[in-house]
C-alpha cells in the first residue's frame, strides 16, 4: 500500500541527548515537510524539502535538523539544542506541482524527553 | 503573511445534534487552497475536503458540508447528526504554492466531543 510511514510511535530520550526520527514515504511525491504539534496548539512547521538534497527551514527549525538524500526519505534529528523537544511529530509529503496543495501525513512519533 | 484562526476550542454536543466548526482565514495571495483535516486520537491527520479559492460553491458529502464565503474570508464546516465516531480535534489549514512544495498554516484546531 501507498503511503508514509514514521518510526518509532514513540521515543523516549534522555535530555542532553540527539535523537533522529525515521520519516518514508512511497507516494512517489516530490516535496516532505516536518510538524511539530503540542497540546493544544495546530501544527507547526519544522522544515520542508522541495527535491532531493534540498531544504528550506520552517517557521520553527532552531534545534532541529533534516537531510534529503533520497527521494522516499527525510528524517529528522532533533538536536541537545532543542529546548522543549517533547511533542508529537508529524511527517507529511505532497506531490509537488503536480498537485493542488494537499498533504498526505503519517503517523506521527510521540517524542518525550525524561 | 497566512493566518488561520479557529476560534473554538472545544465544543461538546450530544449525539444526533447538528454542529457547526468555524474557520477564518488571511492572505493576501488571490491562488490559494484550504483544507480541513480530522485528527483523532490515534494522531493521524485524516484529510477531509480541499477547496481552491475560485470555487466558492459549497460542497456536501454525507454527514458533511461546508461553506465557504471569500466575502467573509470563512470556510465553515458543519456535521449534521453528529455522532459519537466524529469526536476529533478538527483542523482548517491554509496553503499557497511556493515552488513545488505547499506550505499549510493551520489553524490551533477545534476539540468536538460527541456524547450519547
Known amino acids: 500500500d501507498g503511503g508514509i510511514t514514521q518510526s518509532p510511535k514513540y521515543l523516549f530520550r534522555k535530555e542532553g541527548q540527539n535523537v533522529t526520527l525515521s520519516c518514508e514515504q512511497n507516494?512517489?511525491?516530490?516535496?516532505m515537510y516536518w510538524y511539530r504539534q503540542d497540546p493544544g496548539q495546530g501544527l507547526r512547521l519544522i522544515y520542508y524539502s522541495q527535491i532531493v538534497n534540498d531544504f528550506q527551514k520552517g517557521d520553527i527549525a532552531e534545534g532541529y535538523s533534516v537531510s534529503r538524500e533520497k527521494k522516499e526519505s527525510f528524517p529528522l534529528t532533533v538536536t541537545s539544542a532543542q529546548k522543549n523537544p517533547t511533542a508529537f511529530y508529524l511527517c507529511a509529503s505532497s506531490p509537488g506541482l503536480a498537485g493542488d496543495g494537499e498533504q498526505f501525513f503519517g503517523p506521527g512519533t510521540r517524542l518525550t524527553v525524561l | 503573511a497566512q493566518k488561520v484562526t479557529q476560534a473554538q476550542t472545544e465544543i461538546s454536543v450530544v449525539e444526533k445534534e447538528d454542529v457547526t466548526l468555524d474557520c477564518v482565514y488571511e492572505?493576501?495571495?488571490?491562488?490559494?487552497?484550504l483544507f480541513w483535516y480530522k485528527q483523532p486520537p490515534s494522531g493521524e491527520l485524516v484529510f477531509l475536503i480541499r477547496?481552491?479559492?475560485?470555487?466558492?460553491q459549497n460542497e456536501i458529502s454525507g454527514r458533511y458540508s461546508w461553506n465557504f464565503q471569500k466575502s467573509t474570508s470563512s470556510f465553515n464546516f458543519t456535521i449534521t447528526a453528529s455522532q459519537v465516531v466524529d469526536s476529533a480535534v478538527y483542523f482548517c489549514?491554509?496553503?499557497?504554492?511556493?515552488?513545488?512544495?505547499?506550505?499549510?498554516?493551520f489553524g490551533t484546531g477545534t476539540r468536538l466531543q460527541v456524547t450519547l
Open positions: 507516494l512517489n511525491h516530490d516535496a
Open positions: 492572505t493576501r495571495d488571490t491562488t490559494y487552497y
Open positions: 477547496r481552491n479559492s475560485f470555487d466558492e
Open positions: 489549514a491554509l496553503t499557497i504554492l511556493a515552488g513545488t512544495a505547499s506550505k499549510l498554516t
